[in-house]
């Protein structure tokens, strides 16, 4: 009997080995999101940490800087936005960020309202939600989600991505193994400064996917069910070939947004307030640069003091890889931000 005991241990032993094995080689192998790992790092965060998160697509994590927030706020804020973020995508990672950290504040915004379909590829789909555990969360992203636009191979690739991602160890970077400057908290610099056209403003409205809406109403239930503030918003752009479609669809969510009582920022508006600079701010048409979005945060961060009862942390022990972090993040903006004036002038 003693014997039969030592051997299931052993067995159980060798399992759990193994299960740890296969998840760390499964974490190495996946693809990152940015130098910071943005999803990844964000499991990394201490639980119930963060008060305010972001949600959405690359506009969204080019406009929004927790770090800025922290420095001149005291705020903590993550940003988990990923290139092409469906609205499905981020209600999961909302999801998500309200299981792990219970925000006070969760910030939509709305680019991504422009997609006429469920996602724009595997791979983007795959970057929102690769690091999401084997729970409810992922079981309903597999059933709900994906079910009617995959084969149970495809969605068993988000189950066990390493099957997706085993010959990538000929690619392999050292940024693969230990990321760095997690301390951006999602937030992605853009360094460039390309000259942009100022947009029409307009009040038309163009129809949007019917899913985007139906993802919206779960976002704004899930926010009601676990009392959290719901902010939707839109980021600057500039003109482009398609910008008259893009704000339409964006005013039909905006349109939607005020009927069911939500806040909503329309950056467009404000370009006046925030000073915006179209010959400085972009990165291209789309894209907020590191100049612009310290103008799009300062205001978000006036919005959430004003509206929002958000503690100050910057004073708080619990909260000293913060200051540090925040050091390293200062350094970094105020040498790109020199650099990258210093080129446009040249």
Not at 84 to 106: D, F, G, N
Not at 238 to 258: L, P, Q, S
Not at 306 to 331: G, I, M, Q, S
């Amino acid at each position: 009997m003693k014997r039969v005991i030592t051997n299931i241990i052993q067995v159980i032993i060798f399992i759990l080995i193994f299960m740890i094995i296969f998840i760390k080689i499964n974490d190495i192998l996946r693809v990152k999101v940015h130098t910071n790992d943005t999803i990844g790092s964000f499991y990394k965060e201490r639980s119930d940490s963060i008060d305010v998160i972001f949600v959405g697509s690359s506009h969204a994590f080019s406009s929004f800087s927790p770090m800025e927030l922290w420095d001149d706020y005291g705020i903590t804020s993550y940003n988990l936005s990923t290139g092409c973020q469906s609205l499905p995508c981020s209600y999961y990672l909302m999801k998500e960020a309200i299981r792990t950290q219970h925000p006070k504040v969760v910030v939509l915004e709305t680019y991504a309202s422009y997609y006429m379909t469920d996602y724009i590829s595997t791979a983007r789909v795959h970057q929102a939600i690769d690091c999401i555990p084997l729970n409810q969360t992922k079981f309903e992203i597999l059933t709900d989600y994906l079910s009617d636009t995959m084969s149970v191979h495809e969605r068993l690739e988000y189950v066990f991505p390493i099957a997706l991602y085993h010959s990538r160890w000929k690619e392999l970077k050292k940024n693969d193994i230990r990321p760095k400057k997690t301390y951006l908290r999602g937030y992605y610099t853009q360094l460039h400064i390309n000259e942009q056209q100022e947009i029409d403003l307009s009040d038309e409205v163009v129809e949007v996917y019917e899913k985007n809406i139906s993802y919206i109403e779960k976002m704004i239930h899930l926010c009601e069910k676990n009392d959290v503030e719901l902010i939707m918003c839109q980021t600057p752009i500039a003109k482009n070939k398609d910008y008259k479609n893009i704000c339409g669809r964006m005013k039909t969510i905006e349109n939607y947004a005020v009927e069911q009582g939500i806040s909503y920022i329309n950056y467009d508006k404000l370009r006046d307030i925030l000073k915006l600079d179209y010959k400085v701010d972009f990165a291209d048409s789309k894209h907020l640069n590191i100049i612009g979005a310290s103008k799009t945060t300062s205001y978000m961060g006036d919005y959430l003091k004003t509206h929002y009862e958000l503690a100050d942390h910057r004073n708080e022990t619990d909260y000293d890889n913060w200051v540090k972090d925040c050091e390293f993040y200062k350094k970094y903006i105020h040498q790109k931000k020199e650099e990258m004036l210093s080129q446009r002038n040249q």
